[in-house]
C-alpha cells in the first residue's frame, strides 16, 4: 500500500477540500475552529494554518474575522462538451486569440490528424473567458492541406466559428472524441489561467471528424480543475449487455 508522502499541510487540504466537494461541509457553514483541526489530524496549528491559506486561495473557504472559517458557494462551472463553442451565444462567454500560425504540430496532435513526417498544420492559439475571467486555454490545429489560404489560416477571429469555416471549405463536423487527463499547469498555464497553487488542470485532447472518418481538427484544451465540472451525456441502449 502506498503511503501518502505529501506534506502534512497538504495532506489536511485534500481532506478537507474532499469533505466540501462532496457536501459533508455544506456552503455557508463553518469548519471546525482551529483546535479542532489541530486535534483531529494530529498537526501543529502552523501546518492547519497552511491549509487554510490553501483552501482560502482556492477560493473554497474564506475567514470572517471574530467568526471562523466557513465554506464558501461553489462557483463551479458545468461544461458539457461540445465541438466548439461560439462566443456570444453563452452569456459572458468570449476569448482571446493569442496566436495563429503554420507550425509543426506536437506528435500526439500530428498522430492524431494522420500527419505524416514534416507535414504542417494550422494552430489557432485562445484563452477562453467567462465574464472576463480567464478559464480555458485551447490549441486548436487543423492540417496545413486544408486550412491554408482559409480563414482558420489568418489572423483573426473568424465570423462564425471554426465549425462554419471547415464546412465551407468541405469538411463539415460529424462527430469528436474526447481524452481526458488531469495533471499539475504548466508554468505558462498557472500564469494564463490565473491558478492558484497547487491545483491541477484538466486536460482535454479533442479530434474532430467530418465525412469518411477524417480527422480535420485536434485540440488540447487545459482548463483549472477547482472550478470546472464536466457533464457527459449519452443514451444506453437498455438491451446492451
Known amino acids: 500500500m502506498t503511503r501518502d508522502r505529501r506534506a502534512n499541510h497538504q495532506r489536511v487540504a485534500a481532506d478537507l477540500r474532499a469533505k ?30 497552511r491549509a487554510l491559506t490553501t483552501l482560502k486561495d482556492e477560493g473554497l473557504v474564506a475567514g470572517e474575522r471574530g467568526r471562523g472559517v466557513f465554506v464558501c458557494e461553489r462557483r463551479l462551472r458545468l461544461n458539457e462538451p461540445l ?48 465574464n472576463r475571467e480567464p478559464v480555458e486555454l485551447i490549441w486548436s490545429y487543423y492540417p496545413a492541406s486544408i486550412a491554408v489560404g482559409s480563414p482558420l ?28 487527463t488531469v495533471r499539475l499547469p504548466t508554468s505558462a498555464e498557472l500564469e494564463l489561467l490565473e491558478l492558484p497553487m497547487e491545483v491541477p488542470v484538466i486536460r482535454r485532447l479533442r479530434v474532430v471528424f467530418t465525412d469518411r472518418d477524417l480527422a480535420v481538427e485536434a485540440s488540447i484544451l487545459v482548463k483549472s480543475g477547482h472550478r470546472s465540472e464536466l457533464l457527459y451525456r449519452r443514451s444506453l441502449d437498455s438491451g446492451a449487455q
Open 83 to 130: 465541438p466548439y463553442r461560439v462566443p456570444g451565444l453563452d452569456d459572458g462567454y468570449g476569448y482571446d486569440l493569442l496566436e495563429v500560425s503554420t507550425t509543426r504540430p506536437p506528435v500526439e496532435v500530428a498522430a492524431a490528424l494522420d500527419l505524416k513526417p514534416g507535414q504542417q498544420a494550422v494552430l489557432r492559439r485562445r484563452l477562453m473567458r467567462v
Open 20 to 49: 466540501i466537494m462532496a457536501g459533508e461541509i455544506p456552503p455557508r457553514s463553518a469548519l471546525p475552529s482551529t483546535q479542532q483541526l489541530i486535534d483531529g489530524y494530529g498537526v501543529a496549528n502552523s501546518t492547519v494554518q
Open 153 to 180: 489560416a489568418l489572423p483573426g477571429k473568424i465570423r462564425g466559428g471554426a465549425p462554419l469555416a471547415l464546412a465551407d471549405l468541405g469538411y463539415p463536423q460529424r462527430r469528436m472524441e474526447d481524452r481526458l
